[in-house]
């Protein structure tokens, strides 16, 4: 038998975050501004330049060293 107590899941802060969206209708193609490699992404998806936006997201630190200023 397995008896296991229900942790209670902590809340994730959310803020504004910078990211890149998909312009094409149909995609819904998106990523955050600081996980890209280039200064203007195409989406992976359909391959359309993707334009710059904001969306309520959990805050995700980036530690890469290409990304800290």
Do not use: D
Not at 6 to 33: A, D, F, H, I, S
Not at 52 to 62: H, I, R, T
Request: with cysteine; net charge positive.
């Amino acid at each position: 038998m397995h008896y296991s107590k229900k942790r209670q899941l902590e809340e994730v802060p959310q803020e504004l975050t910078p990211v890149w969206l998909c312009p094409t209708e149909n995609c819904k193609g998106w990523m955050r501004e600081n996980f890209t490699f280039s200064s203007t992404p195409t989406c992976p998806q359909c391959q359309a330049k993707m334009v710059k936006g904001e969306k309520m997201l959990a805050a995700v630190p980036n530690t890469s060293p290409i990304h800290t200023k």
